[in-house]
């Protein structure tokens, strides 16, 4: 099993160009999410998906959009990318009754 | 909503001390209580838990205590080591399908001194 994996590994960005960042998990678990990882704010939760299907808004949504294609993967589109989105995302993914296991993580720089 | 704080930010310890990290939590039905450590560049790691049903929790060097009536638990790890150093997240969050399953605290910067 690969786990959860995401998709670049490391982007540039220029102050509104749009991108999509990828996740995918093969442990066949239903909930997804997406966190962003700023230096002294620890993760915040952007968007979550109980079940395919499914999407919700979480801490920090704005600026940002989700879609659950399947059970296995969970994208987060950045549509107008802003300097403030410069930052480290996460996607975890969680079987019911237990904790979190995260991805590799993308890290986005936007000038 | 949930709100995790956690303390202190950085510490410093000698190589074979004990470190104590604290969080507090404010939501009463949260019910699952797990602490992430993570290296530089590296994703979090899951590594100790704690239900609402158990007081403290141990698994070699580490452990975790938590006082529900409180809403606070902390995590202890004796006899440090120099790659104990990482940075280490408190996490408070129910374990129900379809909730926003964890809150995360500011997170604690370890550094263990040879």
């Known amino acids: 099993n690969a786990g959860v994996t995401q998709t670049p590994k490391f982007q540039v960005l220029k102050t509104g160009q749009s991108m999509t960042l990828q996740c995918a998990q093969d442990m066949n678990h239903n909930s997804m999410y997406w966190y962003r990882q700023d230096p002294g704010m620890g993760l915040r939760l952007i968007y979550y998906s109980a079940s395919e299907g499914t999407t919700d808004k979480g801490e920090v949504p704005n600026g940002y959009n989700v879609s659950r294609l399947n059970k296995r993967e969970f994208s987060l589109r950045l549509e107008s990318a802003a300097p403030s989105q410069t930052s480290v995302y996460f996607c975890a993914s969680t079987p019911p009754g237990e904790t979190q296991y995260f991805g590799p993580g993308t890290r986005l720089l936007v000038l | 909503g949930e709100n995790v704080e956690q303390h202190p930010s950085t510490l410093s310890v000698q190589e074979g001390d004990s470190a104590v990290i604290k969080c507090t939590y404010s939501?009463?039905?949260?019910?699952?209580f797990p602490w992430y450590k993570q290296e530089l560049g590296k994703r979090p790691q899951l590594i100790i838990d704690i239900r609402s049903n158990v007081g403290e929790k141990k698994d070699q060097r580490i452990a975790v205590t938590l006082n529900k009536t409180a809403k606070h638990f902390s995590l202890h790890i004796t006899e440090t080591q120099p790659e104990d150093s990482a940075v280490y997240f408190c996490?408070?969050?129910?374990?129900?399908?379809?909730?926003?399953?964890?809150?995360f605290g500011s997170g604690t910067r370890l550094q263990v001194q040879p």
């Open positions: 939501d009463s039905a949260s019910n699952y």
């Open positions: 996490a408070a969050g129910g374990l129900d399908t379809g909730r926003r399953a964890l809150t």
